[in-house]
């Protein structure tokens, strides 16, 4: 897309609307708001899918909506939208389609890329998988040694890995239990150490996830699990076939380190990393809940997918989503996001979330090249809720920061829980629900002293109130639901990096690091080449240096 011409956004006069909309709302309170209007429960909330999302507790009025959407189609985040799933180049620092979308698209869609029809090839792929899946999930695929295969091991980083491990956890009631999975990304060799310290090499599977085959961290620990492998089983080259898979975009490089390419899931440049876990990438995953169990996942995520390219803008989730976050982070100075899920099953759920937000919109020019004057991302963190609790929620509540929250939430708690701790479930939910409330209305002086408080504890016991959440709440973690939730996500950092104008599918500030680790690491080996570091890296490097008694 073009976007020559653009006026930039804190030049339009939609965003000074806004501006002057933020200074009349003042220091109107989430109190006034839900006296003012009964129905505010209920009205400022939204149903996709199986998704409840409550918005009600947000500093908005119908006022603020209207703006936001006003400055959403002046930003023309519907074109790019439309666009991104037409195949167009919309990557513009890459050339490249964003089409993750097309991943879940059904058998009989047409998405066409450079000419091309993609949609067969991705289906060729997930029945590719569904067929290796089941033969590893029925012990029918052995090892070199004729064990069938117990253990795998997905060896990649950043969305060759958070994706797939993520999930894995999020589903784990729905997984093959008598089959082991361990997730390897840090190239400290202590990841992979503990990974497979207790493993029986005859009985070890490893995914090689790796988008570009490429990435350091990865082909080194491959590299090593390799070694492992061929030790352990004292075995030639010729054992790797039965052991390692790749998931990737580079056949030539997959073959150079040693995997047959008849071993390899494929998938394409069109996919990003971050967005790439419904892709071959998640294979891990398809072994451990069946395919029929991903296929679920992906039709959740077209689910969400439709809602966003079809539902108009009064009732459009995630450009709601999207457009709360602007809001905040320009008018009221909001640094991070906080992504609190009531589910213990979603602990890695925040994390997932912290490669999909702040790679793609941890940017600071626009998608001219102009250094942006206007906030971008945030910092996205987070932990399952209970815990937060009772560590970091106290700033939350009592804290100088505005930090928006959301906080997800299950009616019902998995199926196969011991039915000793199904009762647990309403007092996780009544901690869920009362925080939200705590965190909008808080506890006014007049209240704390009518519990007879003595005055000088009166404003420690103070709760403000006023801090904005989102509420979802789905009757299930069920695999549709998780690929709505991700789908929901997706969406929301796409529109926010529309309004912003900038790329949200490169990724060239993680570059530089690379760079400046390959070029240190013989000086940490070999004391040659340091010349050119500067004097703290060089005073550093030579204290390690000592240390290791070099
Ligand atoms: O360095 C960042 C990054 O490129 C991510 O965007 C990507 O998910 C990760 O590295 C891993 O890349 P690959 O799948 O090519 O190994």
Redesign the pocket.
Same mark, same amino acid.
């Given at each position: 897309m073009n976007n020559e011409g653009r006026t930039r956004l804190n030049r339009l006069p939609e965003w000074a609307a806004l501006g002057k909309h933020r200074e009349q709302l003042g220091e109107t309170r989430l109190r006034d708001l839900f006296a003012a209007d009964a129905e505010r429960g209920t009205g400022y909330a939204l149903r996709v899918g199986d998704l409840y999302l409550d918005y009600s507790k947000h500093l908005v009025t119908d006022e603020t909506l209207t703006l936001l959407r006003e400055l959403a189609a002046v930003t023309g985040v519907a074109e790019l939208r439309d666009a991104m799933f037409r195949g167009e180049k919309i990557n513009i620092t890459e050339d490249r389609a964003v089409l993750h979308t097309a991943l879940r698209a059904p058998r009989g869609a047409v998405i066409d890329v450079d000419g091309e029809n993609v949609v067969p090839g991705v289906h060729a792929v997930l029945d590719q998988m569904g067929a290796f899946s089941d033969k590893v999930r029925a012990g029918e695929w052995t090892g070199h040694t004729g064990k069938p295969i117990k253990n795998i091991v997905n060896i @990649?980083? &950043? @969305? !060759?890995d958070l994706g797939p491990a993520m999930a894995y956890e999020v589903l784990r009631s729905y997984t093959q239990r008598d089959l082991t999975f361990r997730f390897v990304s840090n190239v400290d060799g202590a990841d992979l150490h503990e990974a497979v310290r207790d493993l029986d090499p005859a009985e070890t599977l490893f995914i090689v996830? !790796? $988008? #570009?085959? #490429? #990435?350091i961290e #990865?082909i080194t620990n491959a590299t090593s699990a390799r070694n492992w492998l061929l030790t352990g089983l004292r075995a030639d080259q010729d054992a790797v076939a039965k052991h390692f898979v790749a998931l990737s975009t580079n056949a030539e490089k997959v073959e150079e380190f040693g995997i047959d390419t008849a071993n390899m899931f494929e998938f394409w440049d069109w996919v @990003? &990393?971050?967005y !790439?876990y419904d892709s071959a990438i998640g294979l891990s995953l398809m072994i451990a809940i069946g395919p029929e169990r991903f296929r679920e996942m992906l039709d959740g995520f077209h689910l969400v997918d439709e809602h966003f390219r079809t539902a108009p803008p009064e009732e459009n989730a995630p450009l709601l989503l999207g457009l709360l976050g602007v809001w905040y982070g320009a008018f009221f100075d909001a640094q991070s996001h906080a992504v609190l899920p009531y589910s213990h099953y979603l602990s890695k759920f925040t994390a997932y979330l912290q /490669?999909l937000d702040m790679?793609s919109n941890g940017k600071s020019v626009d998608r001219e090249g102009n250094r942006v004057d206007w906030q971008t991302g945030p910092v996205v963190w987070g932990t399952p809720g209970t815990n937060g609790q009772h560590a970091y929620y106290q700033l939350i509540h009592q804290g100088t920061k505005v930090i928006p929250a959301d906080f997800i939430g299950f009616a019902r708690p998995v199926d196969d829980l011991l039915p000793g701790l199904v009762a647990q479930h309403d007092l996780l939910m009544a901690n869920f629900f009362a925080q939200t409330q705590a965190l909008a209305f808080g506890k006014t002086p007049d209240e704390v002293r009518e519990e007879g408080v003595p005055e000088e504890l009166v404003p420690h016991k103070t709760f403000q109130g006023n801090h904005p959440t989102t509420t979802i709440l789905a009757d299930a973690l069920t695999p549709s639901v998780l690929g709505q939730l991700i789908a929901l996500y997706e969406h929301k950092v796409f529109v926010q990096g529309a309004v912003w104008n900038i790329d949200s599918f490169d /990724?060239w500030g993680?570059e530089l690091g $690379?760079v400046l680790a390959k070029r240190i690491e013989p000086v940490l080996t070999e004391g040659e080449g340091g010349e050119h570091l500067d004097s703290s890296t060089a005073g550093l490097v030579s204290a390690y240096r000592t240390l290791r008694g070099r």
């Open positions: @990649g980083i &950043g @969305g !060759s996830a !790796s $988008k #570009t085959f #490429t #990435t #990865t @990003g &990393g971050r !790439s /490669q790679e /990724q993680v $690379k």
